[in-house]
């Protein structure tokens, strides 16, 4: 079993910077790949970035790259330039394999919440 914790969410201004981390623990949790996804009220879960188990590999969604940054360490992701359609509940993931598809995703954490607003 592997255990998820999200953190570093906040409110920010658009075109400011947050680093969402999320805390690992359990068996082999090494071993899995790491996702982000986020929930607007009212919209469905969504996909935004998601790293290989070596940190090699890394996919993002169209609507966030190149203004975020997935990391293995702690699988930070690194959001910068925040919009106001960024504005979410973010959740951290553990998938047996690199994927973009929720489905795949065995273990998730509790969400962090991101607020973009002037």
């Known amino acids: 079993q592997v255990q998820l914790v999200a953190s570093g969410g906040g409110v920010v201004q658009p075109g400011g910077s947050l680093r969402l981390s999320c805390a690992a623990s359990?068996?082999?949790?090494?071993?899995?790949?790491m996702g982000w996804f986020r929930q607007a009220p009212g919209k469905e879960r969504e996909f935004v970035a998601a790293i290989g188990w070596s940190g090699a590999t890394t996919l993002y969604a169209d609507s966030v790259r190149g203004r975020f940054t997935i990391s293995r360490d702690n699988t930070y992701l690194q959001m910068s330039n925040l919009k106001p359609e960024d504005t979410a509940m973010y959740y951290c993931?553990?998938?047996?394999?690199?994927?973009?598809?929720?489905?795949?995703?065995?273990?998730w954490g509790q969400g962090t919440q991101v607020t973009v607003s002037s």
């Open positions: 993931a553990a998938a047996r394999r690199l994927s973009s598809s929720a489905g795949d995703f065995l273990h």
């Open positions: 359990g068996r082999d949790f090494r071993l899995y790949a």
